[in-house]
């Protein structure tokens, strides 16, 4: 496990997640938990994700504070105002303290997809939902992300459809609509 909270595997690297795990032994508690691990080997004399992170949210012990990490408040609903910048393009949370990993070097850094906003915001989801699977992609949800980066990316030639969903059903989506506009007429 590295300064980043996160386990590697050599050869794989840290982008992976474990969806189950099946077997018919037993684990032994063998650890008390006490919310810090030391980091490991590959951890010596890198402090690479700590520099990295755009809002210092990696701690000592390999700790992670959930308050300020991009990934985690990329899923509050809403995003609060302050970190919405910090964002940027992202609209789905953030992976800096992995692509910056010496870990994961041999591997060919996922390029930072073109999202397509325009179809996001009037709830076309069908491009996303089978990479980032059902989880995720869900319709409301993406509409008030896609406004954040709109907002964040000044995309003036977005207002538009912004606008026509300020009258939506779904009153969340309605006020996320309605902050991503001031933010961009602030910006006219
Ligand atoms: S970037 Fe460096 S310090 Fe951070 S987890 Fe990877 S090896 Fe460890
Ligand atoms: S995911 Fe982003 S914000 Fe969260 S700890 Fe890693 S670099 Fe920092």
């Known amino acids: 496990m590295g300064r980043n909270s996160l386990i590697a595997i050599p050869g794989i690297g840290s982008a992976f ?24 080997e590959r951890c010596k004399g890198c402090k690479k994700c700590i520099e990295a992170c ?25 995003v609060p105002y302050e970190y ?3 964002l940027g393009s992202r609209l789905l949370g953030c992976d800096v303290c992995q692509s910056v990993c010496p870990v994961n070097c041999c591997f060919d850094p996922l390029p930072e997809p073109e999202y397509p906003l ?4 009037n709830g076309e ?6 990479a980032i699977g059902p989880n995720y992609a869900r319709v409301n949800k993406l509409k008030k992300k896609a406004s954040v980066v709109a907002a964040n990316l000044d995309r003036q030639d977005l207002l538009e459809d912004i606008r026509q969903q300020c009258e939506a059903d ?11 506009l001031e933010r961009l007429e602030e910006h006219k």
Do not use: W
């Open 118 to 121: 325009k179809a996001l915001l």
């Open 125 to 130: 989801i069908t491009e996303l939902k089978y």
């Open 54 to 78: 755009p809002t210092s949210a990696i701690l000592e012990g390999g700790r992670i504070d959930p308050n300020k990490c991009l990934r985690a408040i990329s899923e509050k609903d809403p």
């Open 170 to 180: 779904d009153a969340s989506v309605a006020a996320a609509m309605k902050h991503a």
């Open 17 to 40: 997640h474990v969806q189950a795990i099946v077997t018919n032994g037993g684990f032994e508690y063998t650890h008390k938990d006490t919310g810090t691990h030391k980091p490991g």
């Open 84 to 86: 919405e910048a910090l």
